[in-house]
């Protein structure tokens, strides 16, 4: 379907968008790039897999105070400015990031504190998805949403895609040495510094390109929208569609956290993979989730609406959740390695019900909020997704070290009460009335 022309000032909605999603995918990117040696470079410090939980948490904590205040300002001072500051902050946040392994090597104390402060900094400046949310809901329709919200979706699956693979091979030590021959002494090349640096060169091209290349697209009102307060923060609440989502997408990310952070430890302990195969791991789980994001999901949205694939794909998380850890002894003996098949069929359900749910829930947000609050709506409900990451990675990472399987069945039985909540959800109020 062919986007309106001018919508909201923008002559070339279509042109808009893939900036958006091509900046946006240049950050995840940038966060992929990491994901395979972060859980190796927590375990550097000499620290146990609690500080792993933890330091996910301290990123999740800033995001939930950050959110609805940065979705708030898109509102008022437009998607474009709060873009840039995001991305900003995040390729700051990843030099600092890097260079904590420096710190660590005189103080181990000080560099595991340097890593923290930079992931809760990041978290401060993370706007960048609520806000893209923002920028899509102001150039389409209602009936065109799904599909692009699919592709924000798409955007973080094909970072798990490429950034794992550009990781893997910026962690060679053939790579590190070239670099560290062309860099001056003073800027420390390791394992973990050069990804590190990598992410946070993504992050500010991204920036440079929202600054030079696009639009801004929340330009009507533009008085009544600058003299906006912040004693409206929290108004979308009210509308009982919003409000559930919300529940929804809080309680969704605790119970979903186990798989988030207890993943990697998962595959290392009981498969013995390193950093390498867990990117390949990872990369087969993006291309999967890239195509749900993009095809599945906005078409089943489209044909069962965003409030039926949300429960659907409740559903198929709850299971491929329960069948996780169990994994090694089923199809145990195959003729490729005991467990490996039964794990890809598992993270292939669990990538396609994710992708579903993720763009179902936006669909519903968007369809929910008023055309004045699309970008504080999404600041909250990032927010609670940020606070359910926040809440679940030390729980999980606790009951990790209790018993591996724990975390993953624990998360599965926490979406039985999120199944009865859609289903008693209404899908498109449009914002018009708080029900």
Known sequence: MKLPENRNGISNPKRALSIVFFVILLDLIGFGIIIPVLPFYVRSFGVSDIAIGLLAASYS?????????????????????ILVISLLGSSVAWFFFGIAEEIGSYSIMGGLLLLFL??????????????????????????ERPRYLGYIGAAFAVGFIIGPAIGGVLATEYIIGIVDSILPAIIPITIYSLPSFGAGLLSFLGMVLCIFYLPESNLSEGVERRESNFSELLEPLKNYSIRGVVIVSLVGAIAFSGITVMFIPFIADVYGYGAATAGMILTYIGVISAISHGMFGPRLIKKYSPRNV???????????????????????????????????????????SNACFSVSLSTLISLAAR???????????????????????????????IAIWSPFVVGAIAFIPLVILLARLPYKQAGKANV
Do not use: H
């Not at 105070?65 to 474009?80: A, C, I, N, Q």
């Not at 960048?128 to 009936?143: P, Q």
């Not at 003996?333 to 039964?342: F, M, Y």
């Open 61 to 81: 904590l800033m995001q939930f105070v950050s959110s609805p205040f940065l979705g708030k300002l898109s509102d008022v001072w437009g998607r474009r400015p």
């Open 310 to 352: 949300a429960i659907g794909s409740s559903v198929g998380l709850m299971v491929s959740m329960i069948l996780m850890p169990f994994c090694p002894i089923i199809l145990n003996g195959n003729v490729i390695d005991p467990g490996v098949v039964s794990l890809l069929v598992v993270l292939g359900i669990l990538a396609v």
């Open 371 to 401: 055309e004045d609050t699309q970008g504080v709506s999404f600041g909250i409900f990032q927010s609670a997704g940020s606070l359910g990451r926040t809440m679940g990675p030390p729980f999980m990472a606790v009951l990790y070290t």
């Open 118 to 143: 930079a992931r809760m900094f990041a978290g401060a400046m993370g706007g960048n998805i609520s806000t893209a949310n923002a920028y899509i809901a102001d150039v389409t329709t209602e009936e």
